[in-house]
T-cell receptor, first 113, second 114 residues
Framework: SQKIEQNSEALNIQEGKTATLTCNYT??????LQWYRQDPGRGPVFLLL?????KEKRKERLKVTFDTTLKQSLFHITASQPADSATYLC????????????FGTGTRLQVTL | KAGVTQTPRYLIKTRGQQVTLSCSPI?????VSWYQQTPGQGLQFLFE???????NKGNFPGRFSGRQFSNSRSEMNVSTLELGDSALYLC?????????????FGSGTRLTVV
């Protein structure tokens, strides 16, 4: 069955450092991979989308890589700030059902001073 | 530009009752999706509507249904509520429905079944 794995343990990082979050998937051929941020009691907020034929995408302090051979995406936040503390979710969708997102369970990021 | 609006924000219902949740997408967005979020299962896709037609459906029982109106507003209905239906129900909208663009989520409706 399809499986999307994110590190369930919280990631604690010092302000100013680069945070790297991992998303691994199995039994899936995604057309798109997306990253969202979610704060407690709120809906997810879209951050970045990367297509299957793209290797890397950047937006300000954020960078996403996508390796379809390893079936893995890495999400980087450079120069982390306490305001970046949140749960980060990866989501995949397949060709033909691109509107149906399958989410990972998320990784909680805590940035400390 | 107003965001995705979900009403009500909180709801308490008794087992066996039915409930209707509402979602108003961003103006101009034709795709509306619904998700259920629980601590144990995370975010799970319920269904997606595009221009009033259900285009994709998740693996939920028939007690969960939805519809979309001509103005793109959407409702989802859960009949014969069970305790396990307690969750945060999230609505998301997109202009093209997943065709290479991200989704905008609402803040959700917190449903508690007692």
């Amino acid at each position: 069955s399809q499986k999307i794995e994110q590190n369930s343990e919280a990631l604690n990082i010092q302000e100013g450092k680069t945070a790297t979050l991992t998303c691994n998937y199995t039994n899936y051929s995604p057309a798109y991979l997306q990253w969202y941020r979610q704060d407690p009691g709120r809906g997810p907020v879209f951050l970045l989308l990367i297509r299957e034929n793209e290797k890397e995408k950047r937006k300000e302090r954020l960078k996403v890589t996508f390796d379809t051979t390893l079936k893995q995406s890495l999400f980087h936040i450079t120069a982390s700030q306490p305001a970046d503390s949140a749960t980060y979710l990866c989501a995949l969708s397949a060709t033909g059902t691109a509107s149906k997102l399958t989410f990972g369970t998320g990784t909680r990021l805590q940035v400390t001073l | 530009k107003a965001g995705v609006t979900q009403t009500p924000r909180y709801l308490i219902k008794t087992r066996g009752q039915q409930v209707t949740l509402s979602c108003s997408p961003i103006s101009g967005h034709r795709s509306v999706s619904w998700y259920q979020q629980t601590p144990g299962q995370g975010l799970q896709f319920l269904f997606e509507y595009f221009s009033e037609t259900q285009r994709n459906k998740g693996n939920f029982p028939g007690r969960f249904s939805g519809r979309q109106f001509s103005n793109s507003r959407s409702e989802m209905n859960v009949s014969t509520l069970e305790l396990g239906d307690s969750a945060l129900y999230l609505c998301a909208s997109s202009d093209l429905g997943g065709q290479g663009y991200g989704y905008t989520f609402g803040s959700g409706t917190r449903l508690t079944v007692v």
